[in-house]
């Protein structure tokens, strides 16, 4: 059974380096380039794992997080931040938004690898 892997950041070049990466591991991956666009993903059909950045337009990674969450698809759904912000105070807040992880960019693709296959199983 293939696992699919949402991924929801500004950067088009983000958004394919990680679809690159996972999808040569087997992974179905989508892409929604806002968090607004990313929660209606996440309203439509339920991922095994989802990968945000945090610093998006029309609606941040925090806030997608929160909407997220608030969602039958997104309940239990383990959500890594991706992101350049590496504050305690931001990492707290994404916590407390919900999410499972923190990833800082530039990433490792390896690294990624790993992250994702422990949290999806």
């Given amino acids: 059974m293939t696992r699919s892997v949402l991924t929801v950041d500004d950067s088009a070049s983000i958004r394919e380096t990680i679809a690159f990466t996972l999808e040569a591991e087997g992974f179905e991956v ?3 380039a806002d968090g607004s666009e990313g929660l ?10 989802v990968i945000t950045d945090l610093n998006m337009p029309v609606m941040n990674g925090f806030d997608f997080i929160r909407g997220a969450r608030a969602t039958p698809n997104g309940a239990g ?9 590496s504050k305690p105070e931001a990492k707290a807040e994404g916590k407390a938004a919900g999410a499972t992880g923190w990833i800082n ?4 693709g390896e690294k990624l690898v ?7 199983g």
């Fill in 105 to 108: 960019k530039p990433f490792d």
């Fill in 40 to 49: 209606s993903q996440v309203q439509n059909r339920r991922f095994d794992l």
């Fill in 77 to 85: 759904v383990p959500i890594v931040m991706l992101t350049t912000e």
């Fill in 114 to 120: 790993t992250i994702v296959k422990k949290l999806v």
């Fill in 30 to 32: 989508v892409g929604a």
